[in-house]
């Protein structure tokens, strides 16, 4: 029987982004046993998972926010958790406006199911853990000049963003009322291959493939209001690589109780407004498609609140040595030449 060091619990791992860093993390650290737990929504992905033949990963089928302490405890022990990366979370915007408590219902009790169990864990042999939060917890910056650090204030504008809020406070109290070593990590915008279409970038591909094949040439891609709200986008890969350098940290004993602000540099073309974003996309697919898009757009009804703009200060994790490799254009080309089969 294989020996492991350690068990590395990861929830939402057959989401967009637990899945990529399940694929990742799985086979470059065989040593670790990785337990994916996931309740398959809509937006879940498991085909995505390349993992399931490795011996160090083990799936489950599980909805946090609805199993008990007890059956997750025992889970805990059965696997011998040494570690959390929690990724689960409803985060479409547009569905938290529609049904804002089924998102406080989902979001916040299921990670404070996590840490309850942490809580009642044998405190020396305390299970570390990761939460990966969002920028929009902070809320819009009006003022161009002024960027947000991890000390800022929370200021959340949506139904999602507010629970997100709401468990970046709630874990603060179990690391001052509990010591537990949990290390916080707020980012922008990810994107990459194999993101759910209600987000803008698979939004725009998948118009395109529907306009493309026939399947619906009427199909467009719905812009809010003007189109004039900036977002800062990060690649994947390079989101993967902060996660894992805290991660590693983590395992050394360090950042235990730290949040951190991860996201695209603002100065070197990783911030754009949606409405060029999608003309960025479409202009990329033309290029190396040779297909035309044209009549591609339509603008409907704002959001009931749209935040104007996001400035993280990412000064803190850069310190690390971390810093964002690809820029929007080249991972725009990558996920088009990807998607496309064109690479």
């Known amino acids: ?18 899945a990529h860093f399940v694929n990742f993390m799985v086979q470059k650290y065989p040593q670790i046993n990785f337990i994916c737990i996931d309740k398959l929504n809509y937006a879940s992905n ?35 958790i040494t570690q959390i990366i929690n990724f689960a979370a409803e985060s479409c915007v547009d569905k938290s406006f529609i049904d804002p408590l089924f998102f406080t219902q989902n979001n916040i009790i299921s990670t404070q199911n996590l840490l309850e169990c942490c809580r009642l864990q044998d405190r020396s042999n305390a299970i570390k853990f990761i939460h990966i939060s969002t920028d929009e917890v902070y809320g819009e910056q009006l003022d161009n000049s002024k960027y947000v650090t991890e000390e800022s204030k929370l200021n959340p504008t949506n139904p999602y963003a507010a629970t997100k809020a709401a ?13 537990i070593p949990i290390t916080v990590i707020r980012s922008n915008n990810v994107y990459g291959i194999g993101q759910y279409p209600e987000k803008i970038v698979p939004v725009v591909l998948e118009v395109i493939r ?3 094949s026939g399947e619906n040439i009427y199909a467009k891609v719905p ?13 994947t890969t390079d989101f993967i690589e902060a996660i ?25 073309n990783f911030e754009i407004e949606n409405l060029d974003l999608v003309k960025l996309i479409m202009e990329t697919y033309e290029t190396i498609s040779g297909n035309q ?23 803190k994790m850069k310190s690390l040595g971390w810093e964002p490799k690809i820029s929007l ?14 690479d």
């Open 1 to 18: 029987m294989t020996e492991y060091y350690g068990a590395i619990l990861i929830t939402g791992g057959a989401g967009f982004l637990g």
């Open 46 to 80: 498991i085909k995505f998972i390349k993992v399931f033949e490795c011996s160090n990963f083990q799936f489950i089928e599980k909805d946090l926010s609805k199993i008990s302490i007890k059956e997750l405890i025992t889970l805990f022990k059965s696997y011998k």
């Open 167 to 179: 468990i970046d406070l709630i874990i603060q109290s179990y690391i001052y009322s509990y010591k």
């Open 210 to 212: 529907k306009r493309s």
């Open 223 to 235: 812009i809010h209001g003007s189109g004039k709200y900036k977002r800062t986008y990060l690649y």
């Open 244 to 268: 894992e350098l805290i991660w590693l940290k983590q395992l050394q004993g360090q950042l235990l109780g730290e949040i951190f602000n991860v996201g695209g540099d603002h100065n070197h």
């Open 293 to 315: 898009c044209t009549d591609y757009i339509e603008f409907i009804k704002d959001r009931n609140y749209n935040d104007s703009r996001y400035l993280l200060d990412c000064s």
């Open 329 to 342: 254009q080249e991972g725009i080309t990558k996920i088009i030449k990807q998607y496309y089969h064109k």
